[in-house]
């Protein structure tokens, strides 16, 4: 009877071990939440800002949401390299194996091209911010990355909104479902979660890719 519990006791440890491993960690789980929290809040609060600055000649409130979407920016930045080397480190669980080979190619492109994205919008914005003159959000001194060139900032400042739309784009198809049974890039985001689609935690293989 002893031997018996005692097997038991094993399996149970062995398929947890197996389980906790075929997903993400709890800081990864951390650092994808932290990031879809702030990127929804910062695209939203970029678009507005600029039609509200526009639309008002720029009176208040608008300085200050100039401001926090700085501030957010150098988060985001930041937030998204301490993601990458978590990343790196940890490596992630093995693809979906229920996906085809086309599917999984999709995912990797569109979760790669985020984090790209949400290190080049930010950096890409800051450079901006140099060329446009003090990067002073609320009276906060912060570095810049280039002298000041009014020219160089509104091209900077283009490629920043081109790259935002981008970003939006992107994730738009990391979340969408490519087909009524299956989600490519939203498979990844599930895994991110804990869980993959169209299996239990434990039918996932314990892999771990980089």
Same mark, same amino acid.
């Given at each position: 009877?002893?031997?018996?519990?005692?097997?038991?006791?094993?399996?149970?440890?062995?398929?947890?071990?197996?389980?906790?491993?075929?997903?993400?960690?709890?800081?990864?789980?951390?650092?994808?939440?932290?990031?879809?929290?702030?990127?929804?809040?910062?695209?939203?609060?970029?678009?507005?800002?600029?039609?509200?600055?526009?639309?008002?000649?720029?009176?208040?409130?608008?300085?200050?949401?100039?401001?926090?979407?700085?501030?957010?920016?150098?988060?985001?930045?930041?937030?998204?390299?301490?993601?990458?080397?978590?990343?790196?480190?940890?490596?992630?669980?093995?693809?979906? &194996?229920?996906?085809?080979?086309?599917?999984?190619?999709?995912?990797?492109?569109?979760?790669?091209?985020?984090?790209?994205?949400?290190?080049?919008?930010?950096?890409?914005?800051?450079?901006?911010?140099?060329?446009?003159?003090?990067?002073? &959000?609320?009276?906060?001194?912060?570095?810049?990355?280039?002298?000041?060139?009014?020219?160089?900032?509104?091209?900077?400042?283009?490629?920043?909104?081109?790259?935002?739309?981008?970003?939006?784009?992107?994730?738009?198809?990391?979340?969408?479902?490519?087909?009524?049974?299956?989600?490519?890039?939203?498979?990844?985001?599930?895994?991110?979660?804990?869980?993959?689609?169209?299996?239990?935690?434990?039918?996932?293989?314990?892999?771990?890719? &980089?």
């Amino acid at each position: 009877m002893v031997d018996m519990k005692a097997k038991v006791m094993g399996d149970r440890t062995a398929r947890g071990e197996a389980v906790e491993d075929a997903t993400y960690t709890l800081a990864q789980r951390r650092f994808h939440w932290w990031t879809v929290l702030l990127v929804a809040t910062q695209v939203p609060l970029g678009l507005f800002m600029v039609r509200y600055g526009a639309a008002t000649d720029f009176a208040e409130p608008t300085g200050k949401l100039y401001d926090t979407h700085k501030l957010m920016g150098l988060a985001i930045l930041l937030l998204a390299l301490a993601r990458l080397a978590c990343r790196l480190a940890q490596g992630v669980p093995a693809d979906e &194996p229920t996906l085809e080979p086309w599917q999984k190619v999709t995912s990797h492109i569109t979760h790669w091209a985020i984090y790209a994205l949400i290190i080049v919008v930010p950096l890409i914005g800051w450079l901006a911010i140099s060329y446009y003159g003090p990067f002073e &959000p609320f009276g906060i001194k912060l570095p810049v990355l280039a002298s000041q060139d009014d020219a160089r900032a509104t091209q900077a400042f283009y490629w920043h909104k081109l790259a935002a739309y981008a970003l939006i784009v992107v994730v738009g198809m990391h979340v969408a479902p490519l087909s009524s049974t299956t989600q490519s890039a939203g498979t990844v985001c599930c895994a991110a979660c804990g869980y993959a689609p169209g299996g239990s935690r434990e039918d996932s293989p314990p892999q771990r890719r &980089p």
